[in-house]
């Protein structure tokens, strides 16, 4: 049984409360990287926005961190903390679908497996990721690379508003109506500013789509990877596909003998025209000598759960990321040079594509800042053996020191590891100064910190953070209490009632 500690938060919400020691808390407390084993104080099993309302001030109240846990996929652990209070929101992944103004709203718990399914009912999709059991909230708050991406943009370039509790436990919306500050740096800013319980997305007619799968042994890479990327630039929007190097995956059309052996693969799908599909692959399938290749229409959401098989839950994880303006012979030679000693089936780097409809949006129109670039590259290591972590790991770092070389300041949000914090400015790039405001102004304490953390902007010329002027006033009273002189036993404040 849990501690009395909680009890004034149990009265206080719906959602469930669970403590070391109560049944549940085991399976409650794990997230998706096997590698993070933390233990908080308590997960709260959120049912609905009055319970996060609740929880930050009860949180605040005794003084204890708070994380927010959407798809728990985030790959240095931010949906959990030591000794803090985990905000679960796996329960809360409703998606209701209005198919006559295409737009969708999902909770924060929502997976892409979830959103797809309810979405291509109606023959509509938003951009999501590359695997179905990624968070939307955590994808779109990064910034958002899939499939989608060169015809429709980014996950947040898809978002028309958010539903956000901040650090005082106080509940606002944030749409290009109101709140509009809030609005731009959710797209892209990642977690800094509180916790979003629920998004709008703008939708697309995406139904059937012709997907493409070729395989070619990884020492020809080079020259495939070159051929790949005139023919990307080449193709129209309606192109989505990444270059990949792994080891092969013991699927049916890839020659058994090649199974674990270092590949060189291509992905994707064409959302034009089905019947011209197979045209448009047929460069590809000349760019060497395919070892196996499959191609078939399917439902959008089926492309999207294809690898959920080679990215389960409990693999041990460790992934890094760059941006590349053009995908050199250079970074393509260390891709290659690399390849060999990938050590584990799971383990993959990408090299996505981020031109089209993403670089029609101005690097300043929203968080999402690196809007010049062509390439995001991200290496995801990941392997069942936690006996086996310091070679993976040394494995990625060595890799991606060699690629880092060739690459753009900055790397994609969503695929940096707990040891990059101290590039998250540069990956914000333009845009970290107005962030920085922004987190003054709605988070001035920085109460809101498990994430790739933007450190709040100090007031000018004091070097002491605090609230802009139209920050909600109850931010603007605790971060007064917050400040040197007003007093280290100053009351924090305490947790309100539920509605």
């Not at 599909?277 to 395919?290: I, S, T, Y």
Request: with cysteine; hydrophobic share 40%.
């Amino acid at each position: 049984m849990g501690s009395d500690r909680f009890d004034v938060l149990r009265e206080q919400v719906r959602g469930q409360v669970i403590e070391e020691g109560d049944a549940g808390y085991e399976e409650a407390r794990h997230v998706y990287n096997g590698m993070i084993d933390r233990r908080p104080a308590a997960v709260l099993q959120v049912s609905q926005a009055a319970d996060v309302m609740a929880a930050v001030r009860f949180a605040r109240g005794l003084g204890i961190d708070v994380a927010v846990r959407g798809g728990g996929h985030s790959a240095p652990g931010f949906g959990t903390v030591d000794d803090g209070l985990v905000l679960d929101f796996s329960a809360r992944r409703g998606v209701r679908v209005d198919p006559a103004a295409r737009t969708a709203r999902v909770e924060a718990g929502a997976t892409w497996a979830d959103y797809n399914h309810a979405t291509h009912a109606f023959g509509l999709a938003s951009t999501g990721g590359i695997v179905g059991t990624t968070g939307v909230s955590g994808l779109t708050l990064g910034g958002g690379i899939g499939y989608l991406a060169r015809k429709y943009g980014l996950s947040c370039d898809n978002l028309i508003g958010a539903d956000v509790v901040l650090a005082d436990g106080s509940f606002l919306t944030a749409s290009d109506a109101e709140n509009v500050d809030l609005f731009w740096a959710l797209r892209g800013g990642s977690g800094n500013f509180g916790v979003v319980t629920s998004l709008e997305f703008r939708l697309h007619p995406v139904d059937m789509v012709h997907v493409g799968i070729i395989f070619f042994d990884a020492s020809t890479g080079a020259g495939v990877g070159a051929a790949y990327r005139e023919w990307i630039a080449a193709e129209p929007e309606e192109m989505g596909a990444f270059l990949g190097f792994h080891q092969g995956p013991p699927v049916p059309f890839l020659p058994e003998e090649w199974h674990g052996r270092p590949v060189t693969v291509v992905v994707g799908m064409w959302t034009g025209d089905p019947d011209a599909g197979p045209a448009h692959w047929q460069p590809m399938l000349d760019a060497g000598e395919p070892l196996g290749s499959f191609f078939a229409p399917m439902p959008y959401p089926a492309l999207n759960m294809m690898f959920d098989g080679l990215n389960v839950p409990g693999l041990q994880g460790y992934w890094k990321a760059d941006f590349l303006r053009t995908l050199s012979d250079d970074a393509l030679r260390v891709a290659v040079e690399k390849s060999p000693g990938i050590p584990s089936i799971h383990t993959a780097n990408h090299f996505y594509p981020i031109d089209g409809a993403v670089q029609r949006v101005a690097p300043e129109a929203t968080a999402f800042a690196h809007r010049n670039v062509n390439f995001a590259p991200v290496i995801a290591g990941q392997w069942p053996d936690a006996s086996e972590n310091e070679a993976n790991i040394a494995w990625v770092r060595d890799y991606w020191t060699a690629l880092h070389e060739f690459s753009e300041p900055g790397g994609y949000l969503n695929f940096q590891d707990s040891d990059d914090q101290a590039r998250i400015e540069e990956t914000l790039g333009s845009n970290y100064a107005r962030l920085a405001e922004i987190k003054a102004k709605y988070d001035p304490d920085n109460f809101f910190h498990i994430n790739q953390n933007i450190t709040p902007a100090p007031a000018t010329g004091t070097g002491v953070t605090r609230p802009a002027a139209d920050a909600p006033a109850s931010l603007q009273r605790e971060a007064v209490d917050l400040q040197p002189g007003a007093g280290s036993d100053a009351a924090p404040p305490e947790a309100a009632p539920a509605s």
